[in-house]
């Protein structure tokens, strides 16, 4: 018989906050259970308009059967005329899972959106503290 040590609720929600902002997510616990982080990667602004891209994700703990419900999702705001961008993306998927590197470089700014990263670096959290990993797709 193996016994797997497994963290406690507030411990995994702890470093899965440490692992938001070690990717430069704002990370926040609207409950006891819950962890939610933002991460704007590309923000290109000029006279006539702007862009970002921001990356969110959320993780639900359920501690009566030690599983962690992880959602993920990027959104693209534009206003006005967006500046020029030169843009580089790289997409690979297997099964549900998506994973994409996009670069832009424009004349306001710019940035790199690495989308997936986020559910790499937690499922990867989550499995070492010994709790299951479920990756929803709504």
Known sequence: MVIVNTFSPAELLQRLSLVASSHGGTPSMPDDHTVKSTLTAIK???LLGG???TS???CVLDPSTHEAHFRESAFENSWGLPPPT???QTTSQYG???KETRVQKSVGG???LDFGAFRESVERTVKDAG???LYEVL
Request: aromatic content about 24%; overall charge positive; glycine content about 10%.
């Open 44 to 46: 290109a602004k000029w």
């Open 51 to 53: 862009r970002t891209v």
């Open 56 to 58: 969110t994700f959320t």
């Open 86 to 88: 030169f843009t580089v």
């Open 96 to 98: 549900s899972r998506v």
């Open 110 to 112: 710019g940035g790199t």
């Open 131 to 133: 709790w299951e990993f």
